[in-house]
């Protein structure tokens, strides 16, 4: 009964590729996020979503967008994949106003 | 341009040697200040929430303080399983992105047994 899962755990793939993660959340919160965490592990945020809006961080690539089917998944798509998308990203959740939840991020290697 | 900032960036004790980690942010309207813990391999697990100077929260070995400028995480008789990364992290008044945190870089604590 995990919280918030995302899938796959690993994705190794090679530059010029798409490909997507998937987040779903089942805590009933309002509001998603996907976090992309460095080789320093600075994280930062990319995007946060809800039925209202999606509020995207300036320095974000438009490679990369958000898909929200429903209120409990927001799905990261990434086209054309460069050798700098190598990273850790986490999908997160929160109640409007509130602390946020992590899932356990999904390793992406560039090759 | 807002910030936070964690010290010292690395952090060794031996087993119940007590210390502090620290977090200052400058940042123009504060709406909560969040401090979790990430183990390696794992996503940030929440650890506490802090919305006013002064506010004090405790969860068994860990204590966070807030005051105007900075939070403080005191670890108290630490044991080896405290090792981890700990990362603070702001919340805005102003929504920042949809409620979402601004991070500090973390704190790589190693507690010896």
């Known amino acids: 009964d995990t919280a918030v899962s995302q899938t796959p755990k690993y994705l190794v793939t090679q530059m010029g590729n798409d490909k997507s993660i998937k987040c779903e959340q089942n805590l009933g919160h309002d509001t998603m996020y996907w976090y992309k965490q460095d080789s320093k592990k600075f994280l930062k945020i990319m995007f946060s979503y809800n039925n209202k809006e999606l509020i995207i961080n300036e320095t974000v690539p438009n490679r990369f967008s958000p898909k929200s089917p429903d209120k409990a998944h927001l799905n990261l798509h990434i086209n054309s994949l460069e050798l700098g998308d190598s990273a850790v990203y986490f999908c997160?959740?929160?109640?409007?106003?509130?602390?946020?939840?992590f899932g356990s991020g999904t390793q992406l290697s560039v090759l | 341009e807002d910030q936070v900032t964690q010290s010292p960036e690395a952090l060794r004790l031996q087993e119940g040697e007590s210390s502090s980690l620290n977090c200052s942010y400058t940042?123009?309207?504060?709406?909560?200040l969040f401090w979790y813990r990430q183990d390696p391999g794992k996503g940030p697990e929440f650890l506490f929430t802090?919305?006013?100077a002064g506010e004090e929260k405790e969860k068994e070995r860990l204590k966070a303080t807030l005051t105007k400028k900075e939070s403080f995480l005191h670890i108290t008789a630490p044991k080896p399983e405290d090792s981890a990364t700990y990362l603070c992290a702001v919340q805005l008044n102003s929504g920042g992105g949809a409620d979402g945190l601004t991070f500090g870089k973390g704190t790589h604590l190693i507690i010896q047994p």
């Open positions: 940042v123009s309207g504060l709406r909560g």
């Open positions: 802090l919305y006013s």
């Open positions: 997160a959740s929160s109640r409007t106003g509130q602390g946020l939840f």
